[in-house]
DNA sequence: CTGAAAGCGCTAACAT
DNA sequence: ATGTTAGCGCTTTCAG
């Protein structure tokens, strides 16, 4: 471990003028600084990010706190966020609370301890009560990823349109002519979508009776289970949305474990459009969210607040599309 | 930001008192104790991880270096080192380096000056010559999902008997009766499988002509890719070894595409057993690649060089095992 | 242009 | 049992 200190003996300089040489700031004289130059190459001189984070209360970390990463929807975005952060020299430290709010304090108080300088929290992963008060107290945080009538006000948020995805889906659904409707989704983080969704059918005089709402919680496995009730229903369902393609991925496959055939006997619709949807047999119809925008957007009000910016708007709503592939089709003639 | 000095002055202690009562080490009459702890939690101390980091030289941060996380092999891996690590109060620097040896060090370099207490290093992420030099500057690294023939003597290592998987499914599908077979790996990470395949072609006296083997890099796209040329030959193989789950999902993904059945037409077996893989049409035949262990494993291997143990093991190999679903069967009769 | 010194928050010897 | 002090490596005034 070599110091500035180190260097400073070595070329009979005092460490101030080693410091100014190498951080370019202060004044000194060009022969000087070739010298301290050169020798710190030589001795391999590597700055102490640690003493300098120390001094200046900015650690060049964020941190990102998600519900598992497990869930393919996330990996595609942190990819974006570690990237983008990278560029601006931060490093991104991760970690994973599996919706578990004791858990999830816990991770954030030792973030705290380390004066990450800012949060990016994603997907419901936290006791939202508890980013509010993080929040009150000054930390620069961003949601991604929540829904926005998740939050209080002023929380900065990049969220997607998830009441707008619910309507595509069901609009979608009714266009090819369903009118026996299945949802899967997960309570509470994902209502906002059912609410979309419900709302379409009402407009058309179509009803969701509860027995065609299944609550899961956000795993493959879940939503296999989700289907198959869904399925065990007397008059089953035409049709599925299910609120996340990992979600869509276990309903599809309960339903061919079932003897049925998607699209034909079931069309199946998610939401997200995670890479592996268009590789599947059959490719996902799904309601896609711009995972890159999401990131950047996120990456940016963050590092907004991190420069210390005032007024940082609190809430961006990113929409979402419409990809037809082929899990859904025209409800079978009976 | 509360520090033990403001609460010194608080309580009217001395720093050292302070410090002394809030670590439990030093020798603190009840009383003063109880009131220094009381102060500390009214005007809501919390430690200086970052100060105290500095003193130890220990920052109680690991690194996790991969090439993409969007390779769901990783998450499942990166799940349970989170985990573990955090366990120890240990939490994860997360970098990915696309496979891009110059950004691998870059980031190995803005680690080393952050004090990172030690580095993960997966799957080929990095130019095995620079970790070489790390692990001989004395950084405590371990290589994880390595081939073993890649990395010099004394690093120490925890990797999968790729050799040993290759040959496991060279087995099956000679058991299965195919003699035509093709293979999708990609160069120069994964030529222990292939070699393992080829040691047991070659005991049966099975040749595979080099446009049987197609070399691609570790996505889904370039899997499908590689499947599309096997397809394109005069006479094409029955069955495909693809040396990773992610890129068999692509293979099949082609064959399907190209108006073949899996696996009636052609049978597809991957390797690493990733979740999804159990969950497709039709799910696939793979062998298993035991992660939590390789995470354990991993995760023990670096602690004890943390915890300054001399003498760690170099090298830990895991025993693939064969799991059988429905993307293999016997050759159609020609 | 260069040097001396204080301080970031905490720890650990060492005095008292 | 409590207080004093030096120091981790770096940055930044402020004097020389």
Request: one cysteine or more; charged letters at 20%; a negative charge.
């Amino acid at each position: 471990m070599v110091t500035i200190y180190d260097i400073a003996k070595a070329t009979g300089m005092a460490k101030s003028t080693v410091a100014n040489a190498l951080s370019g700031k202060g004044v000194v004289s060009e022969t000087t600084r070739q010298r301290i130059l050169q020798c710190a190459q030589e001795m391999g001189y590597r700055p102490n990010v640690l003493a300098r984070s120390f001094y200046h209360h900015k650690t060049l970390t964020i941190a990102l706190i998600l519900p598992t990463i497990t869930n393919p929807f996330y990996p595609e975005i942190i990819e974006a966020i570690e990237r983008t952060a990278s560029e601006r020299d931060y490093q991104t430290l991760f970690c994973s609370t599996h919706m578990n709010f004791e858990l999830g304090r816990e991770q954030m108080e030792r973030m705290m301890s380390r004066w990450v300088d800012g949060y990016i929290i994603m997907g419901s992963s936290m006791d939202i009560a508890d980013v509010h008060g993080y929040f009150q107290q000054g930390l620069p945080l961003v949601l991604c990823d929540w829904q926005e009538n998740e939050a209080p006000e002023g929380i900065p948020q990049v969220s997607v349109d998830f009441y707008r995805a619910g309507q595509i889906a069901a609009h979608h659904l009714l266009d090819l002519g369903h009118h026996r409707l299945g949802v899967i989704f997960d309570e509470p983080q994902q209502t906002l979508r059912l609410e979309g969704f419900l709302s379409v059918l009402q407009a058309a005089q179509i009803t969701l009776p509860g027995e065609m709402r299944q609550v899961s919680s956000s795993t493959l496995e879940s939503g296999y289970l989700a289907a198959q009730h869904l399925l065990a229903q007397t008059e089953r369902p035409s049709a599925i949305f299910a609120t996340t393609d990992w979600l869509a991925l276990g309903a599809i496959d309960a339903v061919l474990d079932a003897g049925l055939r998607v699209p034909e006997d079931i069309s199946v619709v998610g939401l997200d459009d995670i890479m592996l949807s268009a590789h599947l047999r059959p490719p996902l119809t799904s309601i896609a969210v711009p995972k890159l925008q999401l990131a950047r957007e996120t990456i940016s009000l963050l590092f907004r607040q991190i420069d210390g910016e005032k007024d940082v708007p609190a809430r961006k709503l990113i929409a979402p599309y419409l990809v037809v592939r082929q899990s859904t089709t025209f409800p079978a003639s009976t």
